[in-house]
């Protein structure tokens, strides 16, 4: 079993819809969780940031985190044509330099 | 732009050849990360360089070579790879905010992509 599972997509909605992308996780000690951003042809870039459970907001972007779950979440409000790309989650207990990672979902959003 | 570049952006190379892959960061960072990316796979953390020194080696074949001559390049010397070594290479840097490790946030490069022929 993989320690971070992500559905790889891709995930295609029309415009202005509210996307929701998913990760799972099978390690209780993964406390601080990560949503990374990846165009084509570029390095991912940090997106959301979020410390043990609950839920942050930034914009039209909104991460859960269900430690009871094992689940964490990304919803995209009012999605647009540029939030077109693949999104990595990671996670890490904190303990080094390693964070697990998803292997992305690719998302298109068609105008 | 990130503040981190990379160079060479695509590179195909061969079994036999030698090569190197070259990262610089203009951040300030002292942490330092090459990464490997495969097709629908997850990211996979090669070496990590904290002020210079090598701190994590996740039991990489030693065809690969890290180098850190300071905390501002990192270079990956390559040689005799093979064809599933083909993927995407990115360098990451960051800055340790007092807790160092995992939880700082990392900026990335664009990647090398390479292909071993």
């Known amino acids: 079993q993989k320690e971070v599972e992500q559905d790889p997509g891709p995930l295609s909605v029309p415009e202005g819809a509210i996307v929701s992308l998913n990760c799972t996780y099978s390690?209780?000690?993964?406390?601080?969780f990560m949503w990374y951003r990846q165009y084509s042809r570029k390095g991912p870039e940090l997106l959301m940031y979020t410390y043990s459970s609950g839920n942050k907001e930034d914009g039209r972007f909104t991460a859960q985190v269900d430690k009871s779950s094992k689940y964490i979440s990304l919803f995209i409000r009012d999605s647009q044509p540029s939030d077109s790309a693949t999104y990595l989650c990671a996670m890490s207990s904190g303990s080094n330099y390693q964070l697990i990672w998803g292997a992305g979902t690719k998302l298109i959003i068609k105008p | 732009e990130t503040g981190v570049t990379q160079t060479p952006r695509h590179l195909v190379m061969g079994m036999t050849n030698k090569k190197s892959l070259k990262c610089e960061q203009h951040l300030g960072h002292n942490a330092m990360y090459w990464y490997k990316q495969s097709a629908k796979k997850p990211l996979e953390l090669m070496f990590v360089y904290n002020f210079k020194e090598q701190t994590e080696n996740n039991s990489v074949p030693s065809r690969f070579s890290p180098e850190c001559p300071n905390s501002s390049h990192l270079f990956l010397h390559l040689h005799t790879l093979q064809p599933e070594d083909s993927a995407l290479y990115l360098c990451?840097?960051?800055?340790?905010?007092?807790?160092?490790?995992?939880?700082?946030?990392?900026?990335f490069g664009p990647g090398t992509r390479l292909t071993v022929l």
């Open positions: 390690n209780s000690a993964f406390q601080y």
């Open positions: 990451a840097s960051s800055h340790p905010n007092g807790g160092g490790g995992a939880t700082d946030t990392q900026y």
